[in-house]
């Protein structure tokens, strides 16, 4: 089965909590903070794997977890750090958060990596918050959640020659004929049910050896979710070369040929600014040889790159073969991807120093920042000094005049990030 959209959940490793402990050592009877920093959780990789073709590797599990740093412990011992989770995908893979759709990665080249999980940060252990006026901090940081998020996977098939056509115009056919590949081949519509991929041999003195997708039969409509084609669109955008096979032999291959090029436009522009080259197919039969003059002669003036072919008998192949090989680029080109070497997208944390106040729909005070979001995650509001500290960021912070202001009052809760606090009018209480 080939899988080319899947959706996943991956989970970066927690930072393990920082230590709250004193030195215990004989004839020291009143020894200072030793405790040790947690780990960092490990992080979620996307990694590009010349070896994978299809998302298949996704169908059975969809949940991802990287592993969690250790605690920190007495004298000083730091927890140990989580271990990374690479996960391997196929060249062509796009990455979308799935519940913003913002694109997080566009994955091409062989080994490119992309970071889609980061894990949390350990918690400071007591030793951090000694001074000179507070000599025995009770308070250690908690360890900062790993993000968590669910993906969807897009694979767009990295081909360097794409054939699209309408259904049983001859694709697979012409596959079959000029690679190794071995489609399933019917003559009845709708025998490729999902891409195939071949490898064309140029000649012996040629060396280069450009690939070939056959991309399911596209109907009139593919490009707004009729038919088989709309899920496979996507796989000749990153093509150089497209060959619009054309049935010869249909009752009208001039509205054929003006549909398929109609959706290839209606899906994306650009796909018509790509070399073209149009395979007047099954000129072995009657109908498509009285079809062939007046097609070449209404494509010539388009100022198309035609030429007639039967992919059954091997008419027209070698003529073929050439048309490619004259169009595609040198060796050394053709062994890099047909696009720019992916992207990975890195944006800046918004409201990493700032924040915002708003009402939840149950009328609970929603804070959203960065920086006082990890403040709340990492406090251990069991232990009274470190629930202090914390009250003590949201005024240094300006999040408490700025409740006062939007007119919240004792009993109102009030959320950040997963937390949930209560607010009275001293001190402040979890729910």
Sequence with gaps: MFLDRVKIWVHAGDGG??????????HVPRGGPDGGDGGRG????LRVDAGQTTLRDFTHRHHYKATSG?????ARRHGSAGDDLVLDVPPGTAVYDDATGELLADLVAVGQVALVGRGGRGGLGNTHFKSSTHQAPKHAQKGEPGEERWLRLELRLIADVGLVGLPNAGKSTLLAAVTAATPKIADYPFTTLEPNLGVMDLGDEDERRPTIADVPGLIEGASSGAGLGHAFLRHVERTRILV???????????WDHEVIRSELEAHDPA????PIVVAFNKVDLPPAREAWPAFRRAREAEGLDVLAMSATDGEGLAAFRARIGAILPSAEELAGPPEPSGVVIHRIEAMEEGFSIDRDADGAFRVRGRRI?????QTNFDVEESAERF??????LGIDTELRRAGIVAGD???????ELEWEAQPWERV
């Design 17 to 26: 909590d920082g230590a709250a402990t004193f030195r215990q050592e004989a």
């Design 42 to 45: 490990g992080s979620v990789y």
């Design 70 to 74: 250790g605690r920190g412990t007495r």
């Design 244 to 254: 619009h096979v054309v049935d010869g032999s249909s009752r009208d291959p001039e």
């Design 271 to 274: 796909l018509l600014q790509k």
């Design 373 to 377: 979001e990890r403040a709340a995650a």
């Design 391 to 396: 009250q003590r960021d949201l005024a240094r």
């Design 413 to 419: 809760t009030v959320r950040i990030g997963s937390t």
